[in-house]
């Protein structure tokens, strides 16, 4: 159900001041002088993120299949503000498109947070075939009249736990295990779930906690688990993959109403196969941060995560509040292989 109550009729002051920056620099206008029109989209991770590639191939093959009408002019780094000042400008019509995560959307449809649940998908590949399978379309559609639409989803990894000591395997291996979480309420209840207990607390202060025996381990996905050379101090990686993070390409309706229909059907479609370009630049990433940790010590076990959703299924119930919800899940799950 949409809630236009959540919709944000005031840009915030970053906002504004980066669309007047926008404006003044000339490069608000949306047609350049060659006759090409300029998408400038927003986007808060570097360009060695697989997501910033998944853009730049969508531009290019975007600019190939309409005769260099359209291209993506992006920019990383958080340059045009974080996700929420992003999402702003796009409703605003500043600039077109920005890649923001699935909480952000959630305030303007409660649906969304059907795409966050624990256990909602079995694996990777379930969730890719989810958000490429086109079941969601009517959920992305839902935000019209917002200033902004959802054009797909790309996936931000799946989250696991890894420990000191010993892999975990069961939910059994999970009791008394103090796991670092993100804090929030959800992941909290979520690690109990699991047989562990979950304990909130900052990323930069993880390593050294779990180093000082504070926490027993912590969950991420391998690129962070990799890149924050956590293994060095939990060495045991056990692929739980209770939650799988979505993060979606939004854009300004009036920009997509404006299109030539055909146009605008090019740019839908090419914009559903960038997913499936992101996800296999992802694996790509996944499995050099696989590497790193294990030539660091790490040893990665896969895990039966049956036992883990069956104690959670109590959680995913009490999330399901809405008719529309508890049917966005079953459609999810009859995916699952």
């Known amino acids: 159900m949409l809630h236009l109550k959540h919709v944000l009729p005031k840009i915030s002051l970053v906002a504004t001041a980066v669309a007047a920056t926008i404006l003044l620099s000339g490069c608000g206008d949306d047609a350049a002088p060659t006759g090409t029109v300029t998408l400038k989209t927003a986007f808060n991770q570097s360009e060695n ?9 969508f ?26 000042a992003s999402l702003e400008l796009v409703q605003s019509g500043a600039i077109q498109m920005a890649v923001v995560a699935n909480p952000l959307v959630e305030n303007f449809n409660k649906n969304f947070s059907v795409l966050a649940m624990p ?20 959920l992305f559609a839902s935000t019209k009249g917002t200033g902004f639409e959802v ?3 790309y996936t931000a990894g799946a989250r696991s736990v890894y420990t000191k000591g010993a892999a975990v395997t069961t939910p059994a291996d999970m009791q008394g295990k103090k796991i670092r979480v993100m804090q929030s309420d959800t992941m909290i209840k979520m690690l109990s779930c699991m047989g562990g207990t979950g304990v909130p607390m900052g990323q930069g202060e993880v390593y050294s906690a779990i180093q000082q025996g504070v926490l027993d381990g912590a969950e991420n996905n391998e690129i962070t688990y990799a890149d924050l050379k956590q293994y060095e101090v939990a060495p045991y990686f056990s692929a739980t993959r209770h939650v799988m993070v979505a993060d979606l390409l939004v854009a300004n309706e009036s920009f997509l109403a404006k299109m030539d229909e055909g146009d605008r059907e090019l740019f839908r479609k090419l914009a559903k196969e960038s997913t499936q370009t992101q996800f296999e630049l992802w694996d790509k990433a996944l499995d050099g941060a696989r590497q790193t940790a294990k030539d660091n010590g790490a040893t990665f076990t896969e895990v039966d995560i ?32």
């Open 306 to 337: 049956k036992p883990f959703q069956e104690r959670c299924k109590p959680l995913q119930s009490a999330m399901l509040t809405t008719p529309e919800q508890k049917a966005l899940y079953e459609k999810i799950r009859e995916l699952a292989e």
């Open 151 to 153: 054009i797909t989803a």
């Open 119 to 138: 256990y909602v998908y079995d694996n990777p590949e379930h969730q890719r075939k989810v958000f490429t399978s086109g079941v969601l379309d009517s």
């Open 49 to 57: 993120n697989p997501q910033y590639k998944a853009l730049v191939s």
């Open 59 to 84: 531009s290019d093959k975007l600019e190939a299949a309409t005769n260099g009408r359209y291209k993506l002019e992006i920019h990383p780094n958080e340059l045009l503000g974080d996700q929420r």
